[in-house]
């Protein structure tokens, strides 16, 4: 009882002093700043461009004709009645973080009672496995993480998407299929690419299901009910803004990339520098290859479909158009929840170092081409770059990880206490 009321006192202490964190910084001028840079705000989650929406929805002109404002309708039907009151916005976008963390809080409890009855490591002298993480933890690290105040203060509505696909992802591991397939369905409305999150949503609604045509129901369902969430959607927003422009202006833009402001993506650079007759064929490439993991990994790591989800939410800020450190706080939110891992991870060190490397440079490099003028769009670019690195050195590392964790499940070391009895070693086979 006595531990039950001091976990109960440490969650409402860590979502409290997140919440009185955020409401402090809202109120400082750094939110104006960080609402402005463009590893937060991008054309497509910019706080000032749904600003200006709303502003032009407000008064009767058509918020699509301007080429400015590519974010989806729903997004102004949620803030043209608040717009005008800061407290409503920052409450709203600080519920929807703290929300986040929740939602993650209760994956991992989740995620524990399905460990249970799941093989484990067999270590030497027949010691158990670790436990991983806890469900505190992996909301505390989320809702401490740099990348995401930012992201939260910042006002990204990339929030909005993180929130939606989170909420997949719990809804999956609780076998509702509806909310589950609705959620990813809003996550995909927002901004795309999170459809792709569909697939390991579906196999955690499969998990235990062994009966071949309970599997083909289960996957029709889910289906229909995705399809259906969508076009309703996609209606909604019709009778909303009383046009469809908002397809090509918000998806278009997303797939198309027309906008070429500068972001820590890979897109604009090199598509301000493609000749015109060469971009149509490498764009179809580049978002090509956002997606064609999707369905590899999903087979390969079947019986993990949350780290699944973890790997294409880093795959979708990594490779996406216009990515922002509001997608790394969603992967990076996403990773402790397959803490068993860690141990197995190789590049931890190369990793952090160059998350920190790029994070810093990427506002000095930024202003030193920008504001200064003695540098230009190759130093942005670079560290972007580094950042991407990064990002991919995190994704080989933790598969590595996770198939080597396997491999030891199915092939322990010998668990004899005798030292004279010969084993493989994890630390010489790692290396």
């Not at 450190?325 to 996403?334: E, T």
């Amino acid at each position: 009882m006595a531990r039950v009321e001091s976990r109960n006192r440490s969650w409402t202490a860590i979502f409290a002093y997140a919440l009185a964190l955020r409401l402090a910084l809202f109120y400082l001028p750094l939110s104006s700043t960080l609402a402005g840079r463009v590893e937060i705000s991008t054309p497509i989650t910019s706080f000032k461009r749904l600003s200006e929406g709303v502003f032009l929805f407000s008064n009767g002109v058509p918020p699509y004709d301007g080429g400015v404002f590519h974010q989806a309708p729903l997004l102004l039907g949620l803030f043209y009645p608040i717009i005008a009151s800061p407290l409503a916005v920052t409450l709203l976008y600080t519920l929807c973080d703290l929300a986040i963390g929740f939602m993650l809080l209760r994956i991992t409890a989740i995620k524990d009672q399905y460990s249970v009855t799941e093989k484990k490591v067999r270590q030497y002298g027949g010691k158990e496995e670790e436990p991983g993480m806890d469900g505190l933890t992996v909301a505390t690290l989320y809702l401490f993480n740099p990348f995401t105040i930012a992201s939260c203060v910042g006002k990204s509505t990339i929030l909005f998407s993180n929130m939606a696909a989170v909420a997949g992802i719990w809804m999956g591991m609780r076998r509702n299929k509806t909310l589950a397939m609705f959620s990813i369905a809003l996550a995909t409305y927002l901004s795309f690419y999170p459809s792709m999150l569909a697939i390991p949503v579906v196999l955690m609604l499969l998990r235990d299901i062994k009966d071949s045509s309970l599997v083909k129901g289960v996957v029709i369902q889910c289906v229909l009910l995705y399809s259906v969430s969508i076009v309703s959607l996609l209606l909604l927003s019709f009778v909303l803004v009383d046009s469809w422009d908002f397809l090509g202006s918000v998806y278009g833009t997303i797939l198309a990339v027309s906008d070429l402001t500068p972001n820590l993506g890979l897109f604009w650079y090199f598509f301000i520098e493609m000749f015109d007759q060469f971009r149509s064929f490498f764009l179809v490439v580049f978002q090509i290859h956002v997606f064609i993991f999707a369905i590899p990994i999903s087979i390969k790591l079947r019986n993990r479909p949350l780290f699944v989800s973890f790997l294409l939410c880093t795959i979708m800020g990594t490779f996406k158009g216009y990515p922002s450190i509001g997608d790394a706080s969603l992967y990076l939110g996403m990773l402790p929840l397959s803490s068993e891992i860690f141990k197995y991870m190789r590049y931890t060190f190369l990793i952090i170092n160059l998350f920190i490397y790029s994070s810093l440079l990427a506002p000095i490099f930024w202003y030193l081409w920008i504001y200064v003028g003695s540098g230009n769009a190759n130093f942005f670019y670079a560290i972007g770059l580094v950042y991407g690195v990064g990002e991919i050195i995190l994704m080989v590392d933790t598969t590595f990880a996770v198939l080597r964790r396997d491999f030891e499940i199915l092939s322990p070391p010998d668990t004899s206490e005798d030292a004279t009895v010969l084993g493989w070693d994890r630390d010489v086979i790692q290396k």
